[in-house]
C-alpha cells in the first residue's frame, strides 16, 4: 500500500461549521490531490498541489480550499460546511509522472447535519 | 459535463466465466486509461491502464481494450473470481493533473 494517511476516517459535522481534513503521504511525492466521491458522479477532483504551497482548482472547487506547508501533508478545509459537502473524501497521491496513475487513501466519510 | 461515462451500475456474472465492464468517454485529448477497483470503506486501488497508442492491455486475468474511434474501452476478467465483487472505476487523463473518472460498476461475481 501506498503510504497514505487519512484523518479523521468519519466526521459529522453542523451545518456553518469549519472542518478541516488532513492526508498526511510517506513516499514523498510530488502531486498530491483531493476527490469526493458521490453516488452517480464517481470521483470528482476537488483541489490538487504539484508542491509546497503549489495547489489549483479542481472541477468542483466551490467552497473548498487547500493548503500544503510540507511535502509530506495536503489539508482540505470547508470554511463553512453545506449539506451538499456531504460525502467521501479521498486523498490521493502520485509521483507526477505524464500518465502515472494514483494512489488513494482509505477515505473520510463526512455527514454534514 | 460528465466526460467519462459508465451507463452500467451494476454486473453480476457466475465464478470461472467472463465480466466485461465497459466505458465511454467524450473527451478525444485524454491519452490515458486507467481502471481502479474499489471495496467498500477503502480507497480505490489502480488495477490496470492502457495509453492510447495501444489497443490492449494484459495484466495476468485482466485485460483492457481500448477502441478510440468509438472511444469506448472495457475492461475484461477472466475467469472472475468471487473475490472480484468490488465497484470498477474507470478513469482517463489528458496528460494533465485533472483525472476524470466514471460513476463506476458494482460487479458481482457469485460462486
Known amino acids: 500500500d501506498a503510504g497514505i494517511t487519512q484523518s479523521p476516517r468519519h466526521k459529522v459535522t453542523e451545518t456553518g461549521t469549519p472542518v478541516t481534513l488532513r492526508c498526511h503521504q510517506t513516499?514523498?511525492?510530488?502531486?498530491m490531490y483531493w476527490y469526493r466521491q458521490d453516488p452517480g458522479h464517481g470521483l470528482r477532483l476537488i483541489h490538487y498541489?504539484?508542491?509546497?504551497?503549489?495547489?489549483d482548482k479542481g472541477e468542483v472547487s466551490d467552497g473548498y480550499s487547500v493548503s500544503r506547508s510540507k511535502t509530506e501533508d495536503f489539508l482540505l478545509t470547508l470554511e463553512s460546511a453545506t449539506s451538499s459537502q456531504t460525502s467521501v473524501y479521498f486523498c490521493?497521491?502520485?509521483?507526477?509522472?505524464?500518465?502515472?496513475?494514483?494512489?488513494f487513501g482509505n477515505g473520510t466519510r463526512l455527514t454534514v447535519t | 459535463d460528465q466526460q467519462v461515462k459508465q451507463n452500467s451500475p451494476s454486473l453480476s456474472v457466475q465464478e470461472g466465466r467472463i465480466s466485461i465492464l465497459n466505458c465511454d468517454y467524450t473527451n478525444s485529448m485524454f491519452d490515458y486509461f486507467l481502471w481502479y477497483k474499489k471495496y467498500p470503506a477503502e480507497g480505490p486501488t489502480f488495477l490496470i491502464s492502457?495509453?492510447?497508442?495501444?489497443d490492449k492491455n494484459e495484466d495476468g486475468r485482466f485485460t483492457v481494450f481500448l477502441n478510440k474511434s468509438a472511444k469506448h474501452l472495457s475492461l475484461h476478467i477472466v475467469p472472475s473470481q468471487p473475490g472480484d465483487s468490488a465497484v470498477y472505476f474507470c478513469a482517463a487523463s489528458a496528460g494533465n493533473n485533472d483525472m476524470r473518472f466514471g460513476a463506476g460498476t458494482r460487479l458481482t461475481v457469485k460462486p
Open positions: 490521493a497521491i502520485s509521483a507526477g509522472q505524464a500518465n502515472s496513475p494514483l494512489h
Open positions: 498541489s504539484y508542491g509546497v504551497k503549489d495547489t
Open positions: 513516499e514523498n511525492h510530488r502531486y
Open positions: 492502457i495509453s492510447s497508442i495501444k
